[in-house]
Structure formats: C-alpha cells, structure tokens
C-alpha cells in the first residue's frame, strides 16, 4: 500500500483486534507468554506489516527487504501473531509458541522463525543492532530501511543511548527508532498522582522528544493506537528517508494491555494467564466472531 484511505484504516483496526485475540487466545493455550507489551504495540506493528514495510513473505530472505526489529524481545507473541497473519507461517503454528520444538519461541530468534531480522530478548541491544543494519545498507547502496520498536522501559538501559548519541553521527536516515511509550513496567516504581496508571514508568517523566532532539534526531510524537495518526508518521519517515540526514524517533503513546477490558493500563498483565471467562469477555470486546474464525 503507499495511500491511505477510510477503507485502509477499518482493516487495519481489524487486523489489530484479531492481532490482540491471537496474543491473548495463545498466551492461555501455552500457559507462557506476556501480554501487555505486544497489545500495546499491536498497532504499530500492523501498520507496518501490512501498510509499511517492502517485504515478501515468500522471500523473507531478500536482501533489499525492509528491516523490522522488536527490540523487547518478550512481546515476541505479538510480532509472531503478525508475522501469521502477514503469511509467514500458518496461523494454526501459534499454538506451538514456547514448546520446546517450536520456531516460535518465548524470544524472537532469528535462525528458526521466517521473518525475524534479529534475535532479541537481552533488553536494550535492538537499537544498536538496527543502527549496524542501516549502516550496512549505506556502505552496500541498499535502499532499505530499518524499523526498531523499544519498549519505554527498555530504553532505561545504558546501550540504547549509546547508539542514540552515535546514529545521527552517521546520517541515519533509513533508521527509525518507535518508543512505545505504554508507561508502564513490569517493576515500576509507585504510583503517584500524576500517572496515568498502577505503577510509575521512570521515561514517562522524561521529555523524550527533546532528549532525541538533542541528540539530532527527528522526532514525531503520535497516538500509538491511531492508525491515521500512524500511517502519517510513517509517511513522514518516508519524505525525509535518504535526505534528511538524521534517524527518526516516533514517540508513541500507547495503553499497556490495550484493546480489552482486565488487561489494560495493569502492571499485573504484564504477563499471565487469562481464564476461560476472560477469554470469553475477550472475544466479546476484540469482535472476533467465533462462527467464522472455525470457519478460517
């Protein structure tokens, strides 16, 4: 795709609440597996599957594909829900997630899975990764460019801002950086008034925008769960890729858990287990028919 229209954005928030059934309905067949993280990337994730990214699920392997790194490798979950309803491995796959034979396993891991650019799950690396592969595509004359999702408590490590500093040394414009930006963390620290939710995140009392602008990048600030508002980001990025001279950070405000009722804006989902009854609600809020999902 390479317009935006009302149609688009109706079956992008489609994709995103069947996206949201898949992590929940595989979290509680595994009995494994977080659920805050991947709901509230979900959209930002789907947008660039299905509207961004120049890949071929067919030929994951192509060397002038677009790069997508989930840095916080333990929503692994939501990437794998995507990369099945993109047609990277039948959806029926899953359900294998964190057996021990599976290619889907509780971290994303690069050898085994279709699809995955990096092996993630040590918190902070996906940055410096990403910012090696946008590298490489300059030094080969490769147009391809690379997506990094952060979750905002991962980027309290010490290596994020190391390659934050160095990336606009190098002109990196075919690196984006997405903070999702949910506020929430798995230990956080106490709430206090004037937080959005149970628990305090230290970088959402942080002006992110400025620090990345200090730093020389471009920033755009966004409703992480507004697919308009997404799909202009990332037009955005697309205007300045390759002249801007600088990466760019999209600092997306999202909802830990968001999309159903008992998961969103609680620390407690940061993983778990849901019940058969919260399944059940679940279904109900998501609008996942049930007739035509055993007809799929």
Request: hydrophobic share 40%.
């Amino acid at each position: 795709m390479t317009r935006k229209d009302a149609r688009d954005v109706e079956h992008l928030q489609a994709l995103g609440r069947e996206g949201r059934w898949h992590v929940l309905e595989t979290v509680a067949s595994s009995k494994a597996g977080h659920i805050g993280g991947p709901m509230s990337a979900m959209d930002l994730m789907v947008a660039l599957y299905f509207h961004q990214l120049r890949i071929d699920p067919a030929n994951p392997q192509d060397p002038d594909r677009d790069r997508f790194i989930l840095s916080k490798g333990h929503s692994a979950i939501g990437l794998y829900s995507v990369l099945a309803m993109r047609g990277y491995f039948p959806v029926e796959e899953l359900a294998t997630f964190d057996h021990g034979d599976s290619r889907l396993q509780g971290h994303p891991d690069m050898k085994i899975t279709p699809g995955v650019d990096s092996s993630t799950g040590s918190l902070g690396q996906g940055l410096s990764a990403g910012s090696g592969m946008a590298i490489a595509a300059k030094l080969q004359k490769r147009d391809f460019h690379t997506w990094v999702v952060l979750g905002d408590g991962e980027i309290e490590e010490g290596m994020v801002w190391e390659t934050v500093i160095c990336a606009p040394r190098y002109g990196l414009d075919n690196l984006t950086a997405i903070i999702d930006l949910n506020g929430l963390q798995q230990y956080g620290w106490t709430a206090s008034a004037s937080d959005r939710y149970d628990r305090s995140e230290p970088m959402g009392h942080v002006n992110l925008p400025a620090v990345f602008r200090g730093f020389g990048w471009d920033v755009i600030e966004i409703n992480g769960h507004d697919y308009d508002e997404i799909l202009d980001a990332y037009a955005a990025v697309d205007e300045r890729r390759g002249t801007s001279g600088k990466p760019t950070a999209i600092i997306a405000h999202t909802v830990k858990g968001n999309g159903v009722s008992f998961t969103k804006g609680t620390f407690k989902w940061h993983n778990g287990v849901p019940t058969d009854e919260q399944l059940a609600t679940a279904r109900t809020e998501l609008l996942i028919d049930e007739k035509a999902e055993a007809l799929a």
